[in-house]
């Protein structure tokens, strides 16, 4: 093989495999080391005045076992590499860039080349297109398509449920979190939203029981629409997605799994979370239900159900701050002549009447923003009322 001149300058192109034994560079501008049998190697460069400050030569480790068979790069006579009088290759599939500089001195620019496995999890791979065993590679817009049956592994760990408030309640570390225990007055606690990147999901796996959920301890944190460090509660056997969108906010999945419903048995203040769900009144002592402001509470509906006839007092189902807000109408099925009450001027109450309204009873309450609807039907025609407390 030869060589070329550009102006003058002598440009060496040839390039030598090593086989065997060790090798002194003649006019080659790669050196190859890939013995048949692995084995330490001396390559011997030319002496710099030979050279004339015109040359470059790379060493290949081609075999890929020079961390253990180091090559080691000699420069000749007095001429020094770096300043030394040789260079050692001590990685696997390295190789380094020796230049001429002139006056007896050669300067070495070393590299690492990928190992064998690194190339096999490369090799064939296209940007954007993931493969079995293969590295994924974004494409210029930062997407990858998975294969057919591919499926990105989320971290996921069983979590027993503790603690009754936002300090003691179990801090989940997870994306995937199986919680376990649930009895209605344990929970869990979320990770700082300023230090989380992707969603955490939560599943409740006790099928009669809530569980709470709770922001990170004195962070200031809040879910949803709720009030910052306040617990978000999940009914029985639900799973949520929760996903912070700032350093303080967290926005969950709506709750629910075709079984959003709760037994109530004491007083109970609805948050606009709770939307969709289903209140079954079951209480010897009757007791109030009041319901969200009607300014924040656009597109929530809530479902009441005489689970427990009321029997010493009425269920009652009352507006937040006694705002004149509820219209509607009542239907009993006993009713012929239409004499069932009705509310069109704007209502504060809604009563399950004591001694009057039966199980199976029912109450269903939409909002526009503006008012709440209500659509009430009853057994007995004075089972159920809209009044006006104030």
Known sequence: MG????????????????????????????????????????????????????????VLDGKGDAGTNNIT?????????NGAAT????????????IDIGGGAW????????????????????????????????????????????????????????????????????????????????????????TT???????????????????VASGNDAINGLSANSALEMGPGEAAWFIPTSAT????????????????????????????KTFFLNSATEFVSTLPAVASSAGCRYTFIVKAAPSGASYTIVTNSSENKILGNVVSSQDAGGSGDSEQTGGDTISFVDGQAVVGDRVDVVCDGAFWYATCVCKVVAGITITTAS
């Open 249 to 276: 906010q967290w926005y969950c999945s709506t709750p629910g799994n075709g079984r959003n419903v709760e037994n109530v048995t004491a007083t109970n203040v609805l948050t606009t979370v709770e939307s969709g």
């Open 73 to 81: 790069v000699t420069a000749a006579g007095s001429d020094t590499i």
């Open 3 to 58: 060589s070329r001149h550009i102006r003058g300058a002598l440009v060496y192109n040839t390039h030598k495999i090593v086989l065997s034994g060790d090798y002194t560079v003649a006019n080659e501008s790669l050196i190859v080391v890939n013995k048949t049998v692995g084995a330490a190697t001396a390559v011997t460069l030319p002496a710099s005045v030979t050279a004339d400050g015109r040359r470059e030569v790379v």
């Open 197 to 215: 990147i992707g969603p955490i999901q939560v599943i409740n796996t006790v099928a009669t029981s809530p569980l709470f959920v709770y922001p």
């Open 87 to 98: 260079y050692v290759m001590a990685a696997n599939y390295s190789r380094v860039r020796l």
């Open 107 to 194: 300067i070495a620019a070393a590299g690492v080349e990928l190992t064998s496995t690194q190339a096999a999890f490369l090799s064939s791979v296209t940007a954007g297109t993931g493969a079995a065993s293969k590295a994924l590679v974004l494409d210029s817009g930062g997407n990858v398509i998975m294969p057919s049956g591919g499926e990105f592994g989320l971290s996921r760990v069983a979590v027993a449920a503790a603690g009754t408030n936002q300090a003691t309640a179990a801090v989940l570390a997870q994306q995937v979190n199986a919680v376990t225990g649930a009895d209605g007055t344990v929970g869990v606690a979320l990770p700082a939203a300023a």
